[in-house]
Nanobody
Framework: QVHVVESGGGLVQAGGSLRLSCAASGNIFSINLMGWYRQAPGKQRELVAAISIGGRPNYADSVKDRFIISRDNAKSTVYLQMSSLKPEDTAVYYC??????????????WGQGTLVTVSS
């Protein structure tokens, strides 16, 4: 089994910064893709940023130039550095990993989510 745990959410004022972390653990052979998604109240879950095993990032237009995604393959961890936060960034942020184990390929695993609240 593979587990993913997020940390780093909290309350921040508009214009502030937060850093989210997501660590994967379990019987992992490799993690092909790691990403951050968010879901605001009454809205659908949306991609925020993702990063491939080779380090290529992909961002939603709404967070480009404000958020930076990075990963540490040795630690099976992905980070999301969020800056210039806006109230509309308020959401539950979920981490997703697409992993390969000895038993399965492209196994999609989600974390429980961490709440980010940006006050105006």
């Amino acid at each position: 089994q593979v587990h993913v745990v997020e940390s780093g959410g909290g309350l921040v004022q508009a214009g502030g910064s937060l850093r989210l972390s997501c660590a994967a653990s379990g019987n992992i052979f490799s993690i092909n893709l790691m990403g951050w998604y968010r879901q605001a109240p009454g809205k659908q879950r949306e991609l925020v940023a993702a990063i491939s095993i080779g380090g290529r990032p992909n961002y939603a237009d709404s967070v480009k130039d404000r958020f930076i995604i990075s990963r540490d393959n040795a630690k099976s961890t992905v980070y999301l550095q969020m800056s210039s936060l806006k109230p509309e960034d308020t959401a539950v942020y979920y981490c997703k990993a697409i992993a390969t184990t000895l038993q399965a390929t492209n196994l999609e695993v989600w974390g429980q989510g961490t709440l980010v609240t940006v006050s105006s």
